[in-house]
């Protein structure tokens, strides 16, 4: 079965870093293109960024020149580069697969602190 698990949230200060990993499997992940997208409380979730199968990417203005999405075939992995950090990145984040239907993983918290 598809699984997607998100791992690297935490708190972190305004202007900091974190990189956030998500582990696939159950899919064959090369051929598939994989996304971030994350939800703030009271707010619906939205995307942050995609690459597909190529390597194109794509992200969020509110993200864009801060994050770096990429991805490791060998590994079956997606990351989530994010600098430069801002108290409004804090959401839960999550990946995400487009198949069939859409596979979640279960998100990861990221706070940013002012």
């Known amino acids: 079965q598809v699984q997607l698990v998100e791992s690297g949230g935490g708190l972190v200060q305004a202007g900091g870093s974190l990189r956030l990993s998500c582990a696939a499997s159950?899919?064959?992940?090369?051929?598939?293109?994989m996304g971030w997208y994350r939800q703030a409380p009271g707010k619906q979730r939205e995307l942050v960024a995609f690459?597909?199968?190529?390597?194109?990417?794509n992200y969020a203005d509110s993200v864009k020149g801060r994050f770096t999405i990429s991805r490791d075939n060998t590994k079956n992995s997606v990351y989530l580069q994010m600098n430069s950090l801002k108290p409004e990145d804090t959401a839960v984040y999550y990946c995400?697969?487009?198949?069939?239907?859409?596979?979640w993983g279960q998100g990861t918290q990221v706070t940013v602190s002012s």
């Open positions: 995400i697969v487009r198949l069939a239907t859409d596979y």
């Open positions: 159950g899919f064959i992940f090369s051929l598939n293109t």
């Open positions: 690459i597909t199968s190529g390597g194109f990417t």
